[in-house]
């Protein structure tokens, strides 16, 4: 399974972001997360799990991120995105707010023309500091994988306490000044292509109306195993009525 063992680590080729630099606010020789996706790339949760998780510090992102940029800069090395990934959910590091203003600072001095995004679940919206955060970078890249509670369960197994109709309800308040990312898979409890889900969530689509929809599909090795893939033309499929309707998808295989 995939593992970033750097604070900063790449740029790497992103089917999504581009030529993309990698934070990684989690742990090193691990995974901490508090969905556990039947698709991730990092494994399952418990598989990664260490005794004693030890989370960058602050000083210590900004470091790596200033000597990063300026390596990059120097030697001509394009960057489009500047971006929050890494071994788990980067809204989970204490210091994500603030790291967030340091990441857009160095952007600024270093690379002008990148984006900064994060790649999150959205399960800590409710957190006001995290919540504002995420308004103040280019690229708040938020998943929605189903269209039901019982959905999310089987697809990311979220960590008690996830709420679909609550997460919905605050990406509301972004008034569609964000990214929504769905991961489209066929396995034996789960099919996002089964009518009552696709529905569902075509719906919430509507309701939330964001600048982007981001639809992707299984490129790597799963946890679970028996996972299928949708080619792009049965992604094309499955969301014309959107297309239709003018939103901006974008379909990666």
């Known amino acids: 399974m995939l593992r970033f063992s750097e604070i900063v680590f790449g740029p790497i080729h992103s ?49 790596a991120l200033q000597q990063k940029l ?33 990441t857009l600072a160095a952007r600024d001095m270093y690379f002008p023309g990148a984006k900064v995004s994060v790649l999150s679940n959205a399960s800590r ?26 959905g999310v369960i089987l697809m990311n197994r979220p960590a008690g306490g996830y709420s679909l109709s609550k997460v919905v309800d605050r990406m509301k308040c972004l008034e569609g000044n964000f990214i929504l990312q769905t991961m489209f898979l066929r396995g034996e409890d789960f099919d996002s292509s089964g009518r009552e889900n696709l529905e569902g969530w075509m719906s919430i689509v509507r309701e939330l109306r964001p600048r982007t929809v981001m639809v992707y599909t299984i490129d790597r090795e ?27 998808i974008q379909i990666k295989g």
Request: glycine share 8%; charged share 30%; proline share 7%.
């Open 70 to 102: 300026r390596e990059c800069r120097e030697e001509g090395t394009r960057i489009d995105s500047i971006t929050f990934s890494g071994n788990g959910e980067p809204t989970m590091h204490p210091g994500f707010p603030e790291i967030v203003d340091i």
């Open 15 to 63: 089917r999504r972001l581009g030529a993309s630099l990698g934070i990684n606010l989690l742990p090193a020789d691990g995974k901490l997360c508090n969905f556990d996706c039947i698709y991730c790339e990092c494994g399952w949760n418990a598989d990664g799990r260490v005794a004693a998780p030890v989370l960058p510090f602050t000083d210590e992102v900004r470091d």
């Open 125 to 150: 919206l409710m957190d006001d500091a995290v919540f504002a955060a995420l308004k103040k970078v280019d690229n708040p890249i938020l998943k929605i994988d189903a269209s039901s509670d019982d």
């Open 222 to 248: 799963t946890p679970q195993k028996g996972l299928h893939r949708f080619t792009v033309d049965e992604m094309a499929e499955m969301v014309r009525p959107l297309m239709d309707e003018g939103f901006d």
